[in-house]
């Protein structure tokens, strides 16, 4: 009954004619009835809508207002985290030869603090909820943390990456493949026994498996606390997936 026109659209192709039974039913009062009420439906929600959007806060998301640029050496800033208060940001950089944890202050004319030393590629740090440790992974392989401020390392894995605290600080969530590893080999992941996340204790208990291996079926990684710290958002098969921890 209906076929494309190239570059046009679409049109008839038979006789189109009112269909009677579809106009008496149209014309009854029951009809009307329901239209009247879904019409009144939808005026409500657009109402709700509008009302909604006008709210404090409610502006559209992803809104960039300015571009600033924080740091300006020229090695390989990367892996930046914010502090809890967004008054400062912490990243990797490889200007001294090897990757260190470095430290800025968000106000204007600040200058970087380097916090790591000792050479042994120090990447993807991440903020304690408290703000008063930072928990990182070694090129190499392997999860640990220190005080912002300095002081002892304390090494909480031998194998690992992406460390991601629990809302309550008391945790890290990981994963059991080392950075160099995967970059060694050009692929994901080292082998099919690591498709799974880790969870270790700020006190120093033995790691333990996290999310379950094979369910998903495939690499788990960037792994994510909620804010509720009863579940966890993770990416397999190019995907978000939720798991709840009780």
């Known amino acids: 009954y209906i076929a494309t026109a190239a570059t046009a659209g679409y049109r ?6 009112p269909d009677a039974l579809a106009a008496e039913a149209a014309d009854t009062p029951r009809f009307r009835g329901r239209l009247l009420a879904a019409t009144a439906i939808l ?4 109402g709700i809508a509008v009302w909604w959007l006008r709210q404090p806060g409610m502006k559209a998301a992803g809104t960039i207002r300015a571009v600033r640029q924080l740091t ?3 090695a390989a800033d990367l892996f930046p985290s914010f502090s809890p208060d967004g008054s400062q940001i912490v990243f990797s950089s490889n200007r001294t030869g090897h990757f260190e944890l470095y430290i800025r202050s968000q106000a204007p004319g600040s200058a970087e603090r380097q916090i790591t030393f000792g050479g042994q590629d120090v990447i993807q740090p991440a903020w304690s909820p408290d703000g008063q440790y930072l928990a990182y992974a070694l090129k190499e392989g392997g999860i640990a943390v220190m005080p912002v401020s300095g002081g002892p390392v304390r090494y909480l894995a031998a194998v690992g990456s992406g460390p991601q605290w629990s809302p309550d600080g008391r945790m890290l969530a990981y994963a059991p493949f080392n950075v160099a590893s995967v970059s ?3 692929r994901t992941i080292a082998g099919p026994s690591q498709n799974y996340l880790m969870l270790v204790g700020i006190d120093g208990g033995p790691p333990r498996e996290l999310t379950y291996p094979g369910d998903p079926l495939a690499v788990h990684s960037n792994s994510r606390w909620l804010g509720d ?4 958002l993770f ?6 997936w939720v798991m709840d921890l009780r």
């Open 184 to 186: 060694r080999a050009n």
């Open 12 to 17: 008839f192709i038979a006789d189109v004619e």
């Open 235 to 240: 990416a397999a098969r190019q995907r978000p």
């Open 43 to 46: 005026l409500v929600l657009v």
């Open 229 to 232: 710290g009863r579940r966890l």
């Open 72 to 74: 300006s050496s020229g």
